[in-house]
């Protein structure tokens, strides 16, 4: 089941890998400079970041398109470089002490789930068009999927796509939400609704929207860090060509499926995105921590710091796991994945609420920049509860597709999507 | 189950379960229980010939293992009996194939240690004390005395005591802890069977009244212990874990039918979201609990490599005993919900599981004792 969303070819030989490796090894060392020390990634709340900040980033994600090490286990006919999984593995291990490029939440989305979503489902006149300037870091595509009215149900989506005049195209009109990323963004995969009197799942299409289109007006909304990371659009009569269409009009449901399992981490090079924590190597920052605050003797902020650690290990060894089921069991992926997804949402608020037992007044108030990050954890500690499919999204999708538990009663398959909205509505007024 | 045994630890778990099913099933253990009584010792013998107690040891002293780690094999062993309650010395008696592999002198591995392998005797680990402390020598103290040493003290929570014909026992001495492997019917040892939660097994308190043994009783070198004691707490821990997991499993899936088929407001229960969003959170404690288990009993299989191997093994089993503890107990007080008023019945198996589980939970180290470990092990 694992074979559902990837895509690379199979394993090569171990000397061919190893030369491979061996040639990238040279590579970096002459073209790319050592990263600091720290966490890879990023961080939510890390500050506002202006179109202008990303353009060395996108020049730094060119030279490495160039040089062959983008979109590594890609097809080559859209400009990837057409080899295994193995291989990009072993580049990215290789890349692992070097500055990669950090294009943000919208480099995350596109290398990401979006990119994988494409190659599954859009054209190959499409993938042609898009993919090769998205490895070359001049297309980078965020989601427009939630609504102020929809998210965990995103069927719900009240976005409209109407043909145009001239049958040659689509125009859009509605409002998108939290989308991170889109101030420097340059196109959106935009879920829109194309019939509404068809049963709510089967009225809806993906589009490629320009977020510089005539028509949009993005308008940043700040977090709960106090930094604005993701956006709200309005969408006034945006004009798409039929050529950015992704999968067929009205059968978007089947292609949010594969969107939403990348998103709930399987199919990726490494599946879980989680590297294999050592037993025995407790996060240095939370020992400083303990060690500042003075409770290196305190037998309840010992607990707590062994009680992060076990947690934070056990989850590593859950992304094993999760890798051996895709492959042996019967189950879809999709359910498999949630235990990964749920995990992370249900771990991180435990691990932040500990995190602030441990360093007592630190991460409250702070002059240096481990209470700040203390605190910057804590506020961002329900991401993954929430963003990509909520904590209750995981429990429904793990109780019904691998514990086979029934369905609740619906209000709203199978039906027309008007009559689901007049139903809702009269729901309301009762109450 | 690892979804990545190998066809021949497959066969091994298929085959001790054939024999468990027909030798001891819970149906059986209950008559047992309702008895009083315990399993006859042909039961030992036949699990021996299975290989139960075999997987520890070299071939070269007559043991020999399915895959080239007797510690994964033992695991598969370990679950199956948590799956089935199954009672008697089992992680006692490998602990002890382990170590007198491992550092038993040559008489030891001549006399003891045959008899082990092949169930004729078992042995009862005394290394508690009986307020939980698992460091080692707690509770005991021995002095020197001509041609030998006189044990003095009381250990606790010692599983199966009242039928282990040999004690493993680590006391206190001047030189530091030394471990000593001695009959049960040495004089001066006397075994008080406890009652207790758990309905499957005995628990016992050991108390040692200046009982005398001699030198052929120590078992590794006097004052030295500490090494040993580490690498059967690591053992006992990831041995202990995988029991659990695998009586967890059953108790879910046990749970797990009963909500489809259990109707209520017109609808089985496991069709409302309150019932199905905790199974799904059971579910992700049992499959985090899976992991880890497999996880630490390769970091033990890994473990005399190297000194990095050696203080990964050592995090790992603390780390996933005490993970697994606090989930088994965590899944079994959701399971009690599910159940309702049925749960509260004699009769209905939940409560063998939700006593082995909370009692396991205790054994070999609570989670707190372990994560303290940890911290120390770590260097905090
Ligand atoms: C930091 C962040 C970044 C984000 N980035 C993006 C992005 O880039 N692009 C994008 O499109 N979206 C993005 N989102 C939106 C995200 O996907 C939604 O917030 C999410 O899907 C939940 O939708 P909602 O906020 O509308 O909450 P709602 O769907 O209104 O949910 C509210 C609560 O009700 C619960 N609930 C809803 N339905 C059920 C049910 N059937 N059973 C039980 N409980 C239910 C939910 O679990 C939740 O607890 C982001 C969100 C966050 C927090
Ligand atoms: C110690 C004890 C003493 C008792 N004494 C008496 C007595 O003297 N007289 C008497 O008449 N009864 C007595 N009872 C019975 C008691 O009232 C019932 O056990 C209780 O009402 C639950 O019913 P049930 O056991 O059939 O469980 P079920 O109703 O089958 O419930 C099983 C599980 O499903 C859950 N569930 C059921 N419906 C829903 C739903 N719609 N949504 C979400 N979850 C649901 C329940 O909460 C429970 O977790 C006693 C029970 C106990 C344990």
Redesign the pocket.
Same mark, same amino acid.
């Given at each position: 089941m694992a074979s559902e969303t990837a895509f690379g070819r199979p394993d090569p030989d171990e000397p061919d890998l190893e030369e491979y490796r061996l040639r990238a090894r040279q590579w970096l060392a002459a073209n790319l400079q050592h990263r600091e020390a720290g966490p890879a990634g990023v961080v939510r709340g890390g500050g506002t970041h202006s179109a202008e900040e990303y353009l060395p980033e996108r020049a730094l994600q060119r030279k490495i398109y160039e040089a062959g090490y983008a979109g590594i286990n890609w097809p080559k006919e859209y400009g990837g470089q057409g080899l295994s999984d193995a291989h990009a593995r072993a580049f990215a291990r290789e890349a692992a002490p070097y500055r990669m490029p950090d294009l943000g939440h919208a480099g995350g989305t596109t290398y990401g789930p979006v990119s994988q979503t494409l190659l599954r489902h859009a054209s190959p006149d499409f993938l042609a068009r898009h993919v090769p300037r998205i490895l070359a870091g001049e297309e980078l595509f965020v989601q427009l999927f939630s609504e102020p009215d929809a998210g965990s149900d995103m069927a719900g989506i009240t976005t409209r796509a109407v043909r145009d005049d001239e049958g040659s195209g689509w125009l859009i009109t509605g409002s998108k939400v939290w989308t991170s990323g889109a101030s420097y963004a340059d196109y959106g995969l935009c879920l829109a609704r194309t019939n509404w009197d068809a049963p709510k799942h089967r009225g809806l299409t993906w589009f490629a929207v320009p977020m510089r289109g005539k028509g949009m007006s993005i308008r940043p909304v700040r977090e709960i860090t106090g930094a604005a990371e993701f956006c709200q659009e309005f969408l006034d009569e945006v004009w798409v060509s039929d050529d950015e269409v992704i999968g067929e009009v009205d059968q978007g449901w089947t292609v949010a499926q594969t969107m939403l399992l990348v998103e709930r981490g399987a199919g990726r090079d490494d599946p879980v995105n989680m590297p294999e924590t050592d037993p025995a190597g407790i996060d240095p920052f939370l020992v400083d921590l303990v060690r500042a605050a003075g409770r290196a003797q305190d037998p309840v902020a010992r607990q707590a710091l062994a009680r992060i650690h076990t947690a934070d290990w056990a989850r590593g060894q859950l992304g094993r796991r999760i890798t051996g089921l895709l492959r042996t069991s019967d189950k879809p992926a999709s359910g498999i994945a949630s235990y990964w997804k749920l995990a992370a949402g249900v771990y991180n608020p435990q691990r932040a609420r500990l995190m602030l037992e441990i360093g007592q007044g630190q991460p409250l108030v702070w002059r240096d920049d481990a209470g700040q990050r203390a605190a910057l954890e804590y506020l961002n500690s329900r991401v993954w509860s929430i963003a990509g499919g909520s904590n209750e999204m995981q429990r429904n999708a793990i109780s019904e597709r691998v514990l086979g538990l029934p369905r609740e009663p619906s209000f709203d398959r199978g039906r027309p999507f008007s009559e689901v909205q007049r139903s809702a509505r009269e729901w309301l007024e009762k109450n | 189950m690892d979804p990545e045994l190998s066809p021949d630890q497959r066969l091994l778990r298929e085959t001790a379960e054939r024999f468990i099913e027909a030798s001891l099933p819970l149906a059986k253990l209950r008559e047992l229980i309702e008895a009083g009584g315990e399993v006859d010792p042909a039961y030992r013998r036949e699990a021996a010939e299975v290989g139960w107690f075999a997987f520890l040891a070299p071939e070269s002293l007559g043991g020999g293992s399915v895959s080239d780690a007797g510690v994964l094999d033992t695991v598969v062993l370990a679950e199956l009996r948590g799956r089935y309650l199954q009672p008697g010395s089992f992680i006692d008696t490998n602990l002890a194939v382990a170590t007198l592999s491992r550092e038993g002198s040559e008489e030891q591995q001549a006399k003891i240690l045959p008899d082990l392998i092949a169930g004729e005797a078992a042995v009862a680990w005394a290394v508690a004390d009986p307020s939980g402390d698992w460091s080692g020598p707690a509770g005991v103290h021995a002095q020197a005395v001509p041609g030998g040493y006189r044990l003095t003290g009381r250990k606790g929570l010692v599983v199966e005591a009242q039928s282990a014909q040999w004690l493993l026992l680590t006391a206190n001495t001047p030189e530091g802890p030394t471990q000593f492997l001695l009959p049960v019917s040495t004089p001066g040892v006397g075994v008080e069977e406890l009652r207790g939660l758990d309905l499957t097994r005995r628990l016992c308190e050991v108390h040692l009244d200046g009982a005398v043994v001699d030198g052929s009783a120590v078992l590794g070198r006097p004052g030295q212990a500490g090494a040993a004691v580490d690498a059967q707490i690591r053992l006992a821990a990831v041995l202990g874990a995988a029991e659990s997991a695998g009586a967890m499993q059953y108790l879910f899936d046990l749970t797990l039918q009963y909500?489809k088929d !259990?109707v209520? =407001?017109g !609808?089985p229960?496991g069709s =409302?979201?309150?019932?199905k969003h905790q199974l799904a959170d059971s579910s992700l404690a049992l499959e985090m609990s899976h992991a880890v288990v497999t996880a630490a009993a390769q970091a033990v299989a890994a473990q005399d490599r190297g000194d990095q191997e050696a203080a990964r093994a050592a995090h790992a089993a603390s780390l996933a005993n005490a993970f697994v503890s606090d989930a088994a107990i965590e899944l079994a007080h959701n399971c009690w919900?599910? =159940? $309702? $008023?049925?749960?509260?019945t004699w009769e209905h198996d939940f409560h063998l599981y939700l006593r082995r589980l909370t009692v396991d939970a205790a054994l070999y180290g609570s989670p707190t004792w372990h994560r303290e470990r940890v911290c120390q092990l770590s260097g905090v």
């Open positions: - | 909500c !259990r209520a =407001f !609808r229960i =409302f979201q309150a019932i919900q599910h =159940f $309702g $008023g049925i749960s509260y």
